[in-house]
């Protein structure tokens, strides 16, 4: 059984930056592919930012640029680096897994979702 737990969420002023971070347990984290994904109010779920198991990185449009996912598969942990935060960021944001094996084109989301941690970006 794969657990993920995220952390890091908060308040934060437009133009700050925040890190995210997606603890695994239960499993051999490092051949999951794993992605951040987001749901803002009144909006659908939308994939943030992805890494795979083979280290290749996704990004949505949005956040190009402004956001940086990494992975350290010693610590079975993923990470989501965002800076220049904008109001539009506001959501909660969930971590995902997908056992793929060693792979490097991102096909999520997998089967294994966090309870997610809110980021909020106001002044």
């Known amino acids: 059984q794969v657990q993920l737990v995220e952390s890091g969420g908060g308040l934060v002023q437009p133009g700050g930056s925040l890190r995210l971070s997606c603890a695994a347990s239960?499993?051999?984290?490092?051949?999951?592919?794993m992605g951040w994904y987001r749901r803002a109010p009144g909006k659908q779920r939308e994939l943030v930012a992805a890494i795979t198991s083979g280290g290749s990185t996704k990004y949505a449009d949005s956040v190009k640029g402004r956001f940086t996912i990494s992975r350290d598969n010693t610590k079975n942990t993923m990470y989501l680096q965002m800076n220049s935060l904008m109001p539009e960021d506001t959501a909660v944001y969930y971590c995902?897994?997908?056992?793929?094996?060693?792979?490097?084109?991102?096909?999520?989301?997998?089967?294994?979702w966090g309870q997610g941690t809110q980021v909020t970006v106001s002044s």
């Open positions: 239960g499993t051999i984290f490092s051949i999951y592919s």
């Open positions: 995902n897994a997908d056992r793929t094996g060693l792979v490097v084109v991102y096909k999520g989301p997998g089967a294994y």
